[in-house]
């Protein structure tokens, strides 16, 4: 019933949009011409990965192995929303082309197969391994839906997985669950790390409004360790799918733990978000760095500021010698996803990104940029400097660079403008706004003219705000654009905001806009994605 009445819902909204269309004008006064809206495969995107049919979110079980990075997802392949769930599969040789594989793991009679994470286990602790063959364990969460269904609070566990084939098949251990409910109802999501400081498996799980730390030698008996988090952070919603490693800090020897921690809602801007904590780990307990000791739920330290990046988690086994700290996230956000004008496959992944960590007079802080691989997608570029920008400046159009597959960045120097605003649009007049209100030192995106917006009240309600966290005297960004999602990466990775949007067209034209007086836009380049 549901998918009829959705259909219904999305056939409504195409007959509006069309009907609009033909009494719209271009900013000539010309009558625009109605051409056919965007619906369903129009809107899968050029390169974020999404699955080849039905339901997607949360990422899973990552991990790189004999040059392929993996990725495991939460799947449901018989509907496009939310049910059973199993790991869906797919890899890459860069994080950017994916190719989907056979579905990795499936419900059975312990329950359906939530989040969860895998390690290479090089050194064969878990004894899984045999004939020379390095075992890949993954942990999960089993749900019992009938346990849930009938009010049992302990109806989640942990369980194991391992594979002997590089991960394209798996055995379910025997001896699951190797962690059993101590009578919390929302326990899951575990992220496993080899913890090489300590000589161990460190194991942290999401446990309604905390993380709950646990240590092993062999990934298959685990100690309860400590628990982090009560009273600390955003509580708007429930913890889910956290992750936690050490990292050194940019420029320097120092070493720091990172906890990332996924809650819903209460993220930022409403709906879906992921904070994170920053301190020292003694091999048992968590304990944040002095500015975070009394941190509330009005905070800046969030990996994205918008809506739409939840969920995410980073890449185990990553090479000592490529040295980097690897994210992906979730490119929905549980208000709307199962709402959103897409019936044959639903929801994508965000481009993969670095994550580093910044120390600032005494403050940390962590920033992240598209991974590097993007940048071998490039293909035609147009780049122009020192432009005056006096009122609405049209940068770019679609004759130079395709708008729904693009990298942009730029530059301002002597920031004295009141609104360096942006704006994506098209002939039929949608439009998508962002940009950074100077005077209140704040970054904004709204969606609310970018096409169709009324499958769901919460989609595009209220426009996105994020702090300006840099004190830089110039502005720096990186635009990417999708057909159906902007990733912003401000300053240097330091404010990110990532959101998606279904317009009518394609966006055919980029301008920029001087509130007050004028200002000179220093440098723009502009780069083609250009994809097989």
Known sequence: MKRIVNLMLISALTFASITSCMDRKDKGGKEAVAMEVQKDEDFRPNFHFTPEKNWMNDPNGMFFYNGYFHLFFQHYPDDNVWGPMHWGHAISTDMITWKEQPIALEPDEKGYIFSGSAVVDNENTSGFGKDGKVPIVAMFTYHDPKGAEAGEID????????????????????????????????????????????????????????????????????????????????????????????????????????????????????????????????????????????????????????????????????????????????????????????????????????????????????????????????????????????????????????????????KISDLKQTDYKFSLSNSQGDELVFGYDHAEKEFYLDRSKAGQTGFSEDFANKISTAPRISDAGDLTGIIILDKTSVELFFDDGKTVMTEIFFPNYPWEQLSVSAENGEFTLDQIDAYQLKFK
Not at 345 to 370: C, F, H, Q
Not at 378 to 394: A, H, L, M, P, W
């Open 155 to 410: 109806h989640q566990s942990q369980a194991i997985a391992y594979s002997l084939d590089e991960g394209k098949t798996w055995t379910k251990y025997e001896g699951n669950p190797v962690i059993e409910n101590p009578g919390i109802k929302d326990f899951r999501d575990p992220k496993v790390i080899w913890d090489g400081i300590h000589q161990q498996w460190v194991m942290v799980l999401a446990a309604d409004d905390k993380s709950m730390f646990y240590i092993s030698k062999n990934l298959k008996d685990w100690e309860l360790a400590s628990e982090f988090g009560k009273g600390l952070g955003a509580h708007g919603g429930v913890w889910e799918c956290p992750d936690f490693f050490p990292m050194y800090v940019e420029d320097s020897d120092e070493v720091k733990w990172v906890l990332i921690q996924s809650l819903n809602p209460g993220g930022y801007n409403g709906g879906s978000g992921t904070q994170y904590f920053i301190g020292d780990f003694d091999g048992k307990e968590f304990t944040p760095v002095d500015e975070m000791q009394d941190l509330g739920e009005d905070h800046n330290y969030w990996i994205d500021f918008g809506k739409d990046n939840y969920a995410g988690v980073t890449w185990a086994n990553i090479p000592e010698e490529n040295g980097r700290k690897l994210f992906i996230g979730w490119m929905s956000n549980w208000q709307y996803a199962q709402e959103v004008p897409t019936e044959t496959w639903r929801s994508a992944m965000t481009v993969a990104r670095e994550l580093k960590l910044e120390k600032n007079d005494g403050s940390y802080m962590i920033t992240s940029v598209p991974a590097r691989e993007l940048k071998n997608y490039r293909s035609i570029n147009y780049k122009e400097e020192n432009v005056k920008i006096n009122g609405t400046t049209k940068l770019i159009d679609s004759a130079k660079i395709d708008l729904s597959s693009a990298e942009i960045r730029f």
